[in-house]
């Protein structure tokens, strides 16, 4: 079906267009009907389904980042653990001067650790992390969904929330400015089906 | 605005019912419009927010659930760490004969134990565990809203799936079917988030 302008659904339904305003608002902003300035409505050709995607699809790490709980490398995996459990997160990033990205480490890495029989009240951290340039990340621009993608594909908990920083060098540092979990996903989930 | 039927509709935009079918049916779906047999349509008062509410809140923890990973109480810390390894999972669930839930273990309680300084050859993993009747749990005909509302008001990983069992004593035992974390919810939003 063409585009119909307010007017001609308006007459067609014997209504004023004062009326029908609030009907035609809530059809568009679910994304069922588009609005063409000057042209009229359209049904957009989408599914609940595709709404449900386009919701999901539109928040940003900036909306549900946590605050970051970051580490030296010369820090040592006892402290880390106890860091850990004060804090109360299962991933730390590790950093150095000025806050930039090293490593990060997670509760399974330091599990396995402690297993190993080591003296971890003198092993730093920086021996065990994952070490840049093999940690991923994102940054507060990125999609949730794309964010909660790379947790799943590449079987991680949480994600560092990076800014890029041109460094004096001329190669690139990323400054650590979040942290993004399962954790913030489940609660954002959670709050999706509260509806508000 | 009153239902109106789909004859009305038809007769008001100049169109055959045939032709309105597939836009009304799309409407109905997305929980915009409501349809009352031999009554009509009406408005549902639905914003599109509450049809994202809707949707995830029609999803039950049987879609979702993984497999189960248990060991048995008499089991050491140390066998419980490598199953985690082996099995890759975050979460234990301790049963006793018959699969019956008797409690349950973290990555988190596990950590804490291998830092006591204890021999985690010979501790049980009894002696660590959340114990019964204070575990969480959920079972397949709950909402996964509701599954993940308990996971982030009590601030765990996952939950152990249950069905009730009489026991021949009259009291009631929980079997343990299936485990509900994070990383199913995570996993879902990604899956909503492609609109498929």
Not at 85 to 91: H, L, P, Q
Request: aromatic share 6%.
């Amino acid at each position: 079906m063409g585009p119909i302008t307010g007017e001609q659904i308006a007459e067609k339904l014997s209504l004023t267009r004062a009326t029908l305003r609030p009907d035609l608002a809530i059809l568009t902003m679910s994304g069922l009907l588009e609005a063409r300035p000057r042209v009229g409505y359209f049904h957009s050709g989408k599914f609940p389904h595709q709404i449900v995607a386009k919701k999901i699809q539109s928040l940003l790490v900036a909306d549900i980042k946590s605050v970051p709980i970051v580490v030296s490398e010369k820090c040592s995996v006892y402290d880390a653990v106890v860091t850990m459990f004060i804090e109360d997160v299962g991933t730390l990033f590790v950093v150095k001067e000025g806050g930039l990205l090293e490593g990060v480490i997670s509760r399974k890495d330091l599990l396995k650790t402690t297993l190993g029989g080591q003296d971890i009240q003198k092993l730093p951290v920086g021996v065990v992390m994952t070490r840049m340039p093999n940690v991923l990340f994102t940054h507060t621009e990125e999609s949730v969904w794309s964010a909660a993608w790379k947790l799943i594909t590449h079987e991680v908990d949480a994600l560092p929330v990076v800014r890029k920083v041109a460094q004096p060098d001329g190669s690139d540092g990323y400054e650590v400015v979040g942290r993004l979990s399962k954790t913030n996903i489940t609660r954002l989930f959670v709050e999706l089906g509260e509806g508000n």
